[in-house]
């Protein structure tokens, strides 16, 4: 079974930076696209940015000023950094792992913006 695990989070000032990783289990990390999402309360999950496999990246509306997506195939683990952080990026933050009907996702980590 493939386990996809978020860290990375926590409380952070506004104006504040954080980079979340996302570590997937198995040998088929580097075929996955990964992405990372995010909910807040009371709102629909989106998407944040997405890495594919061959390194292809896209961005969520109005995401890529301040995001940006990485992934290092040798450790099995995407990366999304995240800068000038408002209290309006506070959430849960997904990842998944996709690849054609492989589709995992991860318990994700809270990320709270506040003074």
């Known amino acids: 079974q493939v386990q996809v695990v978020e860290s990375g989070g926590g409380l952070v000032q506004p104006g504040g930076s954080l980079r979340l990783s996302c570590t997937v289990s198995?040998?088929?990390?580097?075929?996955?696209?990964m992405g990372w999402y995010r909910q807040a309360p009371g709102k629909e999950r989106e998407l944040v940015a997405r890495i594919t496999g061959g390194g292809g990246i896209s961005y969520g509306h109005n995401m890529k000023e301040r995001f940006g997506v990485s992934r290092d195939n040798n450790r099995n683990t995407a990366y999304l950094q995240v800068n000038s952080l408002k209290p309006e990026d506070t959430a849960v933050y997904y990842c998944n792992a996709l690849f054609g009907v492989d589709d995992y996702w991860g318990p994700g980590t809270q990320v709270t913006v506040s003074s």
């Open positions: 198995g040998s088929m990390f580097s075929v996955y696209n």
